[in-house]
T-cell receptor, first 115, second 110 residues
Framework: GQQVMQIPQYQHVQEGEDFTTYCNSSTTLSNIQWYKQRPGGHPVFLIQLVKSGEVKKQKRLTFQFGEAKKNSSLHITATQTTDVGTYFCAGRPSAGGTSYGKLTFGQGTILTVHP | DTEVTQTPKHLVMGMTNKKSLKCEQHMGHRAMYWYKQKAKKPPELMFVYSYEKLSINESVPSRFSPECPNSSLLNLHLHALQPEDSALYLC?????????FGSGTQLSVL
């Protein structure tokens, strides 16, 4: 079955440093979504990438989708303490054709930001 | 309304109890989901409903019984749970591949 690997599992940074998390899928994805989950909270949707090579920015966050639609990354510039949480990627396989099919999550990257 | 609402937020139950988790959305989404999430782990898919019909059951034990009374509501009936079933239970809905999660029910089974 489809697997989505996400690294690193943990990342500790000083406030102001940059942070990147990477996802790699064993199969081609139709789209990839990124979520942030604060401690004690629930996954909150950040963004969806659909097109090959797509790059999207949200303030200090930059999201990329690989040309082969099998990998993706989230980069945060100049982290702040409010960035603390777990970042999950979640991909949907390109085969199947259904719009509601299985969303496979990466294991998540737990980000800690030291002030 | 752009939210998925789940109740209760917290639930403690014994292994012989019967309880239900409730989920509601008014975004017109036609797919609804139940996920289970253990601490420091990603959400694991349990069930998918599409147009009020169960379309995916990820080999979930029968002590979890989903129900979709209408296009806005999704329930998860719980019976004879085990302590290892303690987790955050997340409801979600989607349209056009975009999945929105509710805030979850933190379940503890004693």
């Amino acid at each position: 079955g489809q697997q989505v690997m996400q690294i690193p599992q943990y990342q500790h940074v000083q406030e102001g440093e940059d942070f990147t998390t990477y996802c790699n899928s064993s199969t081609t994805l139709s789209n990839i979504q990124w979520y942030k989950q604060r401690p004690g909270g629930h996954p909150v949707f950040l963004i969806q990438l659909v097109k090959s090579g797509e790059v999207k920015k949200q303030k200090r966050l930059t999201f990329q989708f690989g040309e082969a639609k099998k990998n993706s990354s989230l980069h945060i510039t100049a982290t702040q303490t409010t960035d603390v949480g777990t970042y999950f990627c979640a991909g949907r396989p390109s085969a199947g054709g259904t719009s509601y099919g299985k969303l496979t999550f990466g294991q998540g990257t737990i980000l800690t930001v030291h002030p | 309304d752009t939210e998925v609402t789940q109740t209760p937020k917290h639930l403690v139950m014994g292994m012989t109890n019967k309880k239900s988790l409730k989920c509601e959305q008014h975004m017109g989404h036609r797919a609804m989901y139940w996920y289970k999430q253990k601490a420091k782990k990603p959400p694991e898919l349990m069930f998918v409903y599409s147009y009020e019909k169960l379309s995916i059951n990820e080999s979930v034990p029968s002590r979890f019984s989903p129900e979709c009374p209408n296009s806005s509501l999704l329930n998860l009936h719980l019976h004879a749970l085990q302590p290892e079933d303690s987790a955050l239970y997340l409801c979600a809905s989607s349209q056009d591949r975009l999945v929105i999660f509710g805030s979850g029910t933190q379940l503890s089974v004693l």
